[in-house]
């Protein structure tokens, strides 16, 4: 039964990538190029770039997937999972990281047990090293669903993280 679920929502999905592709290839000449464009705009719209327009951009550009997995790995902008509910970024440009921005981000690899680039399986986090995001001055940066902190310390991190969590539960119980 729960088989015929996952199958039935995965044709739901497949469909909406389908759609969704027909019309944006309409759009495009079928040009090498256009793999950036196009995966920005399925990352837009999806918030991840899913297997099946991989493959569906794979034959309309006759770009080999594997080289369009590469695309995907190389720019942090595309991820090939949903991000989560709270998306937190951790800045590795130059100046955050000698100001130990590298800290950050392994308490926060320590504490949600996710790696960059990954989500949690509740689908609540995702992280996300980021490169320079124009915030220098206030080095060491991480940001949550774009929001930036500042002089950032592993302790002010660890206080974000907990009134999330502590949100949340309040969100949970109040649906119980
Ligand atoms: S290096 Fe992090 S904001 Fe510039």
């Known amino acids: 039964m729960q088989n015929e679920e996952e199958n039935t929502v995965c044709e739901e999905i497949k469909e909406k990538i389908t759609t969704f592709l027909k019309e944006l290839f309409s759009t495009y000449k079928q040009e090498k190029d ?3 464009p196009i995966l920005e705009e399925v ?6 770039i899913p297997k ?13 997937m594997a080289e369009i997995y590469g695309v995907i790995t190389f720019y942090s902008r595309f991820t090939l999972e ?15 990281f000698v100001k130990g921005s590298r800290k950050i ?13 990954q989500t949690t399986e509740d689908g609540m986090f995702s992280i996300d090293e980021t490169r320079c995001v124009g915030a220098c001055g206030l080095a060491p940066v991480f940001a949550v669903n774009g ?3 500042g002089k950032a310390t592993v302790k002010m991190l660890d ?18």
């Open 147 to 149: 929001e930036v902190h």
């Open 52 to 64: 099946e327009a991989q493959k569906q951009i794979s034959e309309f550009l006759a770009i080999p």
């Open 159 to 176: 206080t974000v993280l907990d009134e999330i969590l502590e949100n949340e539960k309040g969100v949970t119980n109040e649906n119980n």
């Open 34 to 36: 256009n793999l950036i």
């Open 105 to 117: 981000m392994d308490r926060l690899t320590e504490r949600l047990k996710i790696q960059p680039g």
């Open 82 to 96: 949903p991000k989560g509910k709270y998306a937190i970024s951790v800045c590795l440009g130059t100046a955050c």
């Open 43 to 48: 990352q837009e719209k999806f918030g991840y």
